[in-house]
């Protein structure tokens, strides 16, 4: 299976060697995001891919740009809504010029008819470029149902995130009610509280055992690591990412064990 991690998990490093390092540590697959404001991370978009491919990374998932304080005006009339449809239309592009799996999604705020039909002119370019849209599954639980309930779209997908799930709806199965939808992972661990993008190892207590059942029915899923370093872990970045590719590493034999089962 292939293994994934956030591109900048935390240490801000030359970009070809942070590549380098991860494809050495054991992960084939990458996920990014195209937001200018975090080019002194990762450098633009273009530099990225450049150094993906050099090392033979496969682009996984690639993470819409957005401030968390805006998202609601997607749903509401006015330019900043329209703003919001026109960059996300532009992610949609640049994760098809580049080949990234699929776009995942934030949203919030409440559910409306300018909010519908923008998201609509969005799957209609993704159709065109046959780059899926995946939801993530956030804090706000019902702008999440209310779009899957009302957009009926073949392009339209869902984006599974376990840290998620732990923190803020942690009895709600994802996997029985929007499993169908399944296209991308976002894998990291907290202790319950709050989201805390970090590892089993830390602080985590997820029922991980439970999600490697559900994910055993699919194929073809990269387990993309979500996950941020925190100074307090005092750790270099080779011993981070040494720990999260082992962690990564039991889940897949985990996930592994129980598809042995079901054949």
Request: net charge positive; hydrophobic share 35%.
């Given at each position: 299976?292939?293994?994934?991690?956030?591109?900048?998990?935390?240490?801000?490093?030359?970009?070809?060697?942070?590549?380098?390092?991860?494809?050495?540590?054991?992960?084939?697959?990458?996920?990014?995001?195209?937001?200018?404001?975090?080019?002194?991370?990762?450098?633009?978009?273009?530099?990225?891919?450049?150094?993906?491919?050099?090392?033979?990374?496969?682009?996984?998932?690639?993470?819409?740009?957005?401030?968390?304080?805006?998202?609601?005006?997607?749903?509401?009339?006015?330019?900043?809504?329209?703003?919001?449809?026109?960059?996300?239309?532009?992610?949609?592009?640049?994760?098809?010029?580049?080949?990234?799996?699929?776009?995942?999604?934030?949203?919030?705020?409440?559910?409306?008819?300018?909010?519908?039909?923008?998201?609509?002119?969005?799957?209609?370019?993704?159709?065109?470029?046959?780059?899926?849209?995946?939801?993530?599954?956030?804090?706000?639980?019902?702008?999440?149902?209310?779009?899957f309930k009302n957009i009926k779209h073949k392009?339209?997908?869902?984006?599974?995130?376990?840290?998620?799930?732990?923190?803020?709806?942690?009895?709600?199965?994802?996997?029985?009610?929007?499993?169908?939808?399944?296209?991308?992972?976002?894998?990291?661990?907290?202790?319950?509280?709050?989201?805390?993008?970090?590892l089993t190892c830390f602080s985590g207590n997820?029922?991980?055992?439970?999600?490697?059942?559900?994910?055993?029915?699919?194929?073809?899923?990269?387990?993309?690591?979500?996950?941020?370093?925190?100074?307090?872990?005092?750790?270099?970045?080779?011993?981070?990412?040494?720990?999260?590719?082992?962690?990564?590493?039991?889940?897949?034999?985990?996930?592994?064990?129980?598809?042995?089962?079901?054949?």
């Amino acid at each position: 299976m292939d293994k994934g991690i956030s591109f900048y998990f935390g240490f801000i490093s030359n970009i070809d060697e942070r590549a380098k390092k991860i494809k050495e540590y054991g992960f084939s697959s990458v996920i990014t995001c195209a937001d200018k404001k975090f080019n002194y991370q990762n450098g633009s978009i273009r530099k990225q891919v450049k150094v993906f491919r050099k090392y033979n990374l496969k682009l996984s998932s690639l993470h819409m740009r957005y401030n968390a304080s805006e998202l609601h005006f997607f749903f509401e009339e006015g330019r900043k809504g329209e703003k919001l449809k026109r960059l996300l239309i532009k992610d949609v592009k640049i994760a098809s010029k580049y080949g990234f799996t699929c776009v995942v999604v934030h949203l919030d705020g409440n559910y409306s008819e300018i909010g519908e039909k923008r998201l609509r002119q969005v799957l209609s370019v993704c159709e065109k470029l046959n780059v899926p849209l995946a939801i993530e599954n956030l804090r706000h639980k019902q702008i999440f149902f209310d779009v899957f309930k009302n957009i009926k779209h073949k392009m339209l997908k869902f984006c599974y995130d376990a840290g998620h799930n732990n923190a803020f709806d942690k009895n709600y199965d994802y996997f029985k009610n929007f499993g169908g939808k399944l296209i991308t992972l976002h894998l990291h661990d907290n202790d319950g509280t709050f989201d805390q993008h970090t590892l089993t190892c830390f602080s985590g207590n997820i029922n991980w055992d439970n999600i490697a059942k559900n994910l055993a029915q699919y194929n073809n899923l990269s387990l993309d690591y979500e996950v941020f370093y925190k100074e307090k872990y005092n750790l270099t970045e080779d011993e981070y990412l040494k720990l999260v590719i082992e962690q990564a590493k039991k889940f897949e034999s985990l996930i592994l064990s129980y598809k042995n089962k079901n054949q």
